[in-house]
Every structure is written in C-alpha cells, then in structure tokens.
C-alpha cells in the first residue's frame, strides 16, 4: 500500500515562517509535520509513499531521503505549478497501483482512522469530520453509507460532515482527472473530479474520523498540535541534568543538553541536543526546544515552539508563541500573550484580520530575528525574518 502526500505548497498563511522552510517541515513536538504524518501512516500499514513536492523540495529530501530510516520508500514528483489538488493527484499516475491513500502533509491523523480507512472496498472513500460550523467547510451529501454530492460551504449544509481532505483512491480516479475543468478559483479541484467518479454511477463512500484530526493552516495551529502530541509524550534524559534542578512530570532531554541548577521544567516539555538550559528558569508545559537553543538564567517559556539555533536571553518572557530558526532576544525581553479583556486574539494574515481563537497568543517570529535588550512585544505580533529591535522598544503590531 501507498500514500500519497501532497507537500508542494510554501503555506502563504504561515508566513513568515515558511520563509526558508516548506509548511509541513516546520517542526511540532521537535519533529517537522510531515514526518508525524508519516509516522501514522507507516503505523497503519504503509510502506512506500509519494511526496508531491515543490516548494523547497531539497528541504524536503535531505530530510526524508529515500525513506530507508522509516523502513519505507519514498518517490519524489515535483509539480512544477500548483494547478489545484486534482492536479497533485494526477502527478503520482505512474507511481501507484490499485488502491493508494492520499494525504496533505499539514493534516495530523491518527494511525487508527488509516487503517479503518485502507479497510474500505469502494472505488473511493473520503475521510470526514463532524464540525459545527460545516459552513466554512466542503460539506458531504449522503444517502445511507454513499456519497451523493459535494457541496463548498454551502448556506444551508445538508450534513455536518466535512470533508477532511484524506481520501483513498483506486487508480480509476486518474481517468476522472484528466477530465476535470478549471475551476472558478482557476484550479483543478479533487472535489469535482469525485462528482464526475459519484455522477459516473461508481461507489464513493465516506468515513467519519475517530481521533484528533488538526489541520495546519495558520502559525497558532502550530501550538494546538504542539500540545496534542505533547499529550502522550514519555519522558527521557539523554542529557545531563545539574544538582538542584527539578524535572517534573514528562520531560525528554536530548542528547549532549545541559540543563543547569536551578531549573525547574514542568512536563510535557522537549528539549533537543545539545542545548544549554538555565541556571534557575522555569520551562512549562507544552513546550518544544529545538537543537542547539540556549535558554539563559531567569527565563520563563511556556506553551511555545522555540526552533533550533535560539537564543532566548536572561530575564526574558515567551509565552503561546512560535520562535523561528536563529533568533536572539535580547536580555529582558517580555513576550505579551493575553489581552487585557480576555477575548481571543486577532492577528493579521495577508492583509486580512482573523481571529485565532485562542485568548493567549504571544508572538509568530520568522528566522533570524533579533531583539534589543528590555523590548515589549504585544500579543498577536508577527514579526519577519531578519527583523530587529532598538533596545527597550515596544512592539505594538
């Protein structure tokens, strides 16, 4: 059995943290997207896969080679235009045979929803999720256990049911591409080449999804898979904790780490090699530390994503944030995370303000940002990579 994994998009909507890095390598719980997604899918019974790659494909393969470390294959296809997701599908023609999964490489899912999934004996299957909202959502139309139609965010959803994204595939499919239009969004959607496979009179059936199901579109989902796969993580030292540090709860400490007297690290928290943490700061829950970050005396971080090469000066603050590659902040630096009135944080994407839905967000800092000493960072700031602050400046927007 195959999967597909649609990896070639740069994720605008994560800028600019995809500045250097494609979205589904960015890391969660300190492995990049795609390597949880291929985790699940190996653990369900996969052993050969095909990335439909573009952006920054060398990122990409340097990490994954050939996919000998996973005890898989791996083939890379690169599409040269994204012209749509029907499109991407189209590229692994060639590469696959009889039924093959197809997964996006920003959509964290559960080992057991795949193996129910590759269970399924119809021409396709797609995955879905009940949502309250199905109106933001391609909305699924069924009749007993069939798919009837698919409907984009309709007005009045027929059903709850949307539609996750995760399909299974026979090479039938290939057939129903090719005569698939432009759309009105001037793309080749998936969606409409299934109409044309349910209008054909062929069996497309659905399957509700059972675990957690996280799509990664926007930096703050960063943090709520960071802290889904946190959940169940089990703790170990590689490392070398000093005297007079408490490790409580769930910890990993990677190899060649220093963890210094004084500190105090409350689970779940990982922490990657070769870094250097403390004296006397407080990690909390929920945090993930790349390789080669050093955490200086008196810091605080909690519920944060700081990636490798950091520096996060003494007296500093992080909190509900995501810390790109390379940054330094300077010595006092304090992160704000909470609104005085309490309501959810807003944040600017592409010119358009959104709402994140969570009242503590701290910052989305891009690669190689750097900070002067005492700099204020309001919540919900982005900053851009290569960036920097005069000391005691305040970061409004």
């Given amino acids: 059995m195959k999967a597909v994994v649609l990896v070639a998009g740069k994720g605008t909507r994560m800028e600019p943290l995809t500045s250097d890095y494609p979205k589904v390598m960015l890391p969660v719980a300190n492995k990049p997207i795609l390597e949880h997604i291929l985790n699940a899918a190996v653990e369900a019974g996969v052993d050969g896969f095909v990335f439909i790659t573009g952006y920054l494909e060398r990122k990409i393969r340097e990490y994954f080679g050939n996919g000998s470390k996973w005890g898989v294959s791996i083939d890379y296809v690169r599409q040269e235009k994204q012209r749509g997701t029907a499109d991407a599908i189209g590229h ?11 997964l996006n490489g920003d959509m964290l899912i559960g080992a057991d929803d795949l193996k129910n999934l590759l269970a399924r004996e119809e021409e396709a299957v797609i995955c879905v999720k009940e949502v309250d909202n199905p109106s933001d959502f391609g909305v699924l139309e069924t009749e007993g256990e069939k798919v009837v139609k698919i409907i984009e965010k309709p007005r009045v959803p027929p059903t709850n049911l949307a539609n996750a994204g995760i399909y299974l595939f026979r090479e039938s499919i290939f057939g129903f591409i090719e005569k698939t239009r432009v759309s009105e969004r001037g793309e080749l959607e998936i969606t409409d080449s299934i109409q044309m496979m349910i209008d054909s009179g062929a069996a497309v059936g659905y399957r509700p999804l059972e675990s957690e199901w ?8 960063l943090l709520k898979a960071n802290e889904y796969l946190l959940k169940d993580l089990k703790g170990r030292c590689e490392g070398t904790v000093e005297p007079h540090s408490i490790i409580k709860g769930e910890v990993v400490i990677g190899k060649g780490s220093l963890i210094r007297s004084g500190s105090y690290i409350e689970g779940p928290v990982v922490i990657g090699e070769n870094c250097d943490i403390g004296p006397n700061c407080f990690i909390r829950p929920s945090t993930s530390i790349g390789t080669h970050v050093r955490v200086g005396n008196a810091v605080e971080i909690k519920n944060t994503i700081v990636m490798d090469d950091t520096h996060v000066g003494h007296l500093s603050y992080v909190g509900d944030s995501v810390i ?7 010595a006092g630096t304090k992160v704000a995370n909470l609104r005085h009135d309490g309501k959810n944080i807003k944040i600017m994407v592409k010119g358009r303000v ?24 309001n919540t919900g700031v982005v900053m851009e990579k290569g960036r920097y602050t005069y000391p005691g400046e305040f970061v409004r927007h």
């Avoid at 996280?214 to 989902?221: E, H, K, T």
């Avoid at 709402?355 to 940002?369: A, F």
Wanted: hydrophobic share 35%; proline share 2%; charged share 20%.
């Fill in 324 to 330: 790109g590659h390379h940054c330094n902040f300077g």
């Fill in 354 to 377: 959104v709402d994140t839905g969570r009242r503590k967000v701290g910052v989305i800092m891009g690669d190689d940002v750097h900070t002067g000493i005492n700099t204020s960072i």
């Fill in 92 to 102: 692994a023609r060639g590469h696959v045979k009889g039924a093959f999964l197809v």
């Fill in 214 to 221: 996280i799509d990664i579109g926007y930096p703050w989902d």
